[in-house]
């Protein structure tokens, strides 16, 4: 099959991740069907002083040939159908309102309506949220789609890697939205465990793990 993704962008925080998910799946050859809420759009320039919403504006002349720009609320664009094929559908950012509709299994937008597809056909739907602290509404709309199938990643990047500017922060949070579709990258990642630490490293020297 051809591969291709779904994104979703909605109105949260994190225009970076998503400019730079869509990058390294382009540079991979990976078809990128893109749908953003007018919020989403709104953020993108905000965060990323993107004033339009195209392949072009979004990663330039070279790859803009593998994004799919889907109009907003066209629900009778490829991604609202069950018979289009791709590999999962990621919504980054999500915002806690298209979470909360889409647990509810509203479908009044068209990223809903093609995250509700994915849930129905048993694809792959990655939910990487942002807002904090969550709500209990929040919480249970996780839950609830967790059990649907859903995998929930909120935008939480770590520190162990030793990130040194944002781009390594935000390399770091889109190498494991990577790792969810199961496609190669090269991003660092990687826990190589720490065993050879002993004298700083409680748990392999023997030390006790309490100072008390
Ligand atoms: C600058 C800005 C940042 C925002 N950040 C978030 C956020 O991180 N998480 C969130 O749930 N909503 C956030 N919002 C609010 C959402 O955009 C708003 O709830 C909107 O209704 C979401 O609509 P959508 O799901 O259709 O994109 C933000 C709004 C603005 C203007």
């Not at 905000?46 to 803009?64: C, K, Q, S, V």
């Not at 209990?136 to 990047?157: C, F, Q, T, V, Y």
């Not at 660092?188 to 490293?201: C, E, F, L, T, Y």
Request: overall charge neutral.
């Amino acid at each position: 099959m051809h591969h291709r993704v779904v994104i979703g962008i909605t109105g949260a925080s994190g225009a970076a991740y998503t400019i730079r998910f869509m990058e390294l799946l382009a540079r991979l050859g990976i078809e990128v069907h893109v749908a953003a809420s007018a919020m989403g759009r709104r953020l993108l320039f905000e965060e990323l002083d993107i004033r339009h919403f195209t392949g072009e504006a979004m990663l330039g002349p070279e790859l803009a040939d593998q994004v799919v720009i889907h109009t907003t609320n066209d629900f009778g664009a490829t991604i609202s159908s069950g018979s289009f094929q791709h590999d999962g559908m990621v919504i980054l950012p999500c915002s806690s309102n298209t979470l909360n509709s889409i647990a509810a299994g509203l479908t009044g937008t068209l990223i809903q309506r093609a995250a509700a597809v994915c849930l129905k056909e048993r694809r792959k739907l990655v939910i990487a949220h942002r807002e904090s602290p969550l709500s209990p509404i929040d919480i249970e709309s996780m839950s609830k789609l967790n059990r649907a199938g859903a995998i929930i990643a909120p935008l939480s990047p770590g520190f162990y890697m030793l990130p040194k500017t944002l781009d390594d922060l935000v390399d770091f949070m889109v190498g494991r939205l990577m790792d969810q579709l199961g496609y190669d990258h090269k991003l660092p990642v990687r826990w190589k465990g720490s065993a050879d630490k002993q004298d700083v490293n409680p748990t392999a020297s023997g030390l006790p793990q309490s100072d008390a």
